[in-house]
């Protein structure tokens, strides 16, 4: 049995020795791990010729729709576009799902498009002001929830395509 001054010098001892031990630094946390995107979400994400290659699709399209309405009344004819991935592109929101490994699902559906950071696939704008400017009407066609339409129209808008008599 220790007498109380044996304790006493114990604990003191014992607390000099803890304020004189190294405390072992963690080692640095590993970095994330580096996700590999899928193909098709890495070509849009990083591959300039993506956009080179959208671009010149519309091109053709502009110049199909140019032979077309030259036959055509003003305001007789209207080309019907996708929204999603044709006009708006959604790449972040993959990118996304890729690297946390969450699949698509109606709710995270739902508050990207309340975030309305799509952006546009290049040529998109400029066809859609060319159709209108020579007498077409534009039809978007999505599966986008009558929830998501207001958030939807107002990004389109952010991105200078305007609801108007003429989409």
């Known amino acids: 049995m220790f ?5 006493i ?9 803890a304020g004189c031990a190294s405390v072992e630094t963690p080692p640095p946390a590993a970095p994330a791990a580096v996700v590999e995107l899928s193909p098709g979400v890495a070509w849009v994400a990083n591959d300039p010729t993506w956009g ?12 199909y729709v140019d032979d077309v309405a030259a036959s055509r009344p003003a305001k007789s004819w209207a080309v019907a576009l996708d ?5 708006m592109n959604n790449v972040a ?8 490994g969450t699949p698509f699902t109606r709710e995270n559906w739902h508050a990207w498009t309340q975030s309305k950071e799509a952006t546009l696939v290049p040529g ?10 020579i007498g077409g009407f534009v039809a978007f066609v999505t599966n986008r929830g009558d929830e ?10 952010a991105l200078g ?7």
């Open 3 to 7: 007498r109380p001054s044996q304790l």
């Open 124 to 133: 998109a704008k400029d066809f859609v002001q060319h159709v209108t400017a």
């Open 52 to 63: 080179e290659e959208a671009e010149v699709v519309f091109a053709e399209a502009t110049a």
């Open 93 to 100: 929101y993959q990118i996304e799902r890729e690297t946390t």
């Open 148 to 157: 998501d339409q207001l958030a939807t129209e107002e990004n389109l808008a």
């Open 83 to 87: 929204l999603d991935e044709t006009v």
């Open 9 to 17: 010098a114990s604990l003191s001892a014992l607390a000099l020795l």
């Open 161 to 167: 395509l305007l609801r108007n008599r003429d989409f």
